[in-house]
């Protein structure tokens, strides 16, 4: 089936520090593959998207590039602040599903100052 | 753009309550509308799907006489909740998108507490 494994949280940083959510994926077909970042109490925001392989999605100084030979979508930020605390969502979508999304179980991030 | 607005954002009712989401897309129409259920420090759980016009295509396992899903036009969707328990309390996210293959846009959620 189709699924989405991502890196249990929480993960606490300092400020500044480098950050790498690990995603990976199982699907039966092409995967589009989206990251969504959730503050407390609120829904979700799209944070970065891609499409294909080999693609690469950034915003906000965060990207991911989508692998196909490794089926992962790991999200990276060079220096997290902590406006970045959020739970982070991994999720794909296949084209002959009607736009349904799977989601990874979540990852909480912890900035701290 | 594509903002979704989600009301109420917070509701808190007696056991056999029957209660109302609604998810509005504000500047875009949707023609279909997604709702999810998501537990304390989980995932979100897809209930179902709504194209706007027809019925919602419900997940197995979520009872659609419990939860019925109206989507009566290209920017309103609601969930009413039916009979409501203790055990329904959750947080409820809709998305909305412009078709079937466009990115979802979700609202900020309503939390549901059922004494």
């Known amino acids: 089936g189709n699924s989405v494994t991502q890196m249990e949280g929480p993960v606490t940083l300092s400020e500044e520090a480098f950050l790498t959510i690990n995603c990976t994926y199982t699907a039966t077909g092409y995967p589009s593959l989206f990251w969504y970042v959730q503050y407390p109490g609120e829904g979700l925001q799209l944070l970065l998207k891609a499409t294909k392989a080999d693609d690469k999605g950034s915003n906000k100084g965060f990207e991911a590039t989508y692998r196909k030979e490794t089926t992962s979508f790991h999200l990276e930020k060079g220096s997290v602040q902590v406006s970045d605390s959020a739970v982070y969502f991994c999720?794909?979508?296949?084209?002959?599903?009607?736009?349904?999304?799977?989601f990874g179980q979540g990852t909480e991030l912890s900035v701290k100052p | 753009g594509a903002v979704v607005s989600q009301h109420p954002s917070r509701v808190i009712c007696k056991s056999g309550t029957s209660v109302k989401i609604e998810c509005r897309s504000l500047?875009?129409?949707?023609?279909?509308m997604f709702w999810y259920r998501q537990f304390p420090k989980q995932s979100l759980m897809l209930m179902a799907t709504s194209n706007e016009g027809s019925k919602a295509t419900y997940e197995q396992g979520v009872e659609k006489d419990k939860f019925l899903i109206n989507h009566a036009s290209l920017t309103l969707s609601t969930l009413t909740v039916t009979s409501a328990h203790p055990e329904d309390s959750s947080f409820y996210i809709c998305?909305?998108?412009?078709?079937?293959?466009?990115?979802?846009?979700f609202g900020d959620g309503t939390r549901l507490s059922i004494l």
């Open positions: 999720a794909l979508s296949l084209y002959n599903q009607g736009g349904k999304l799977i």
């Open positions: 998305s909305a998108s412009m078709g079937p293959e466009q990115p979802q846009h």
């Open positions: 500047d875009f129409q949707a023609t279909t």
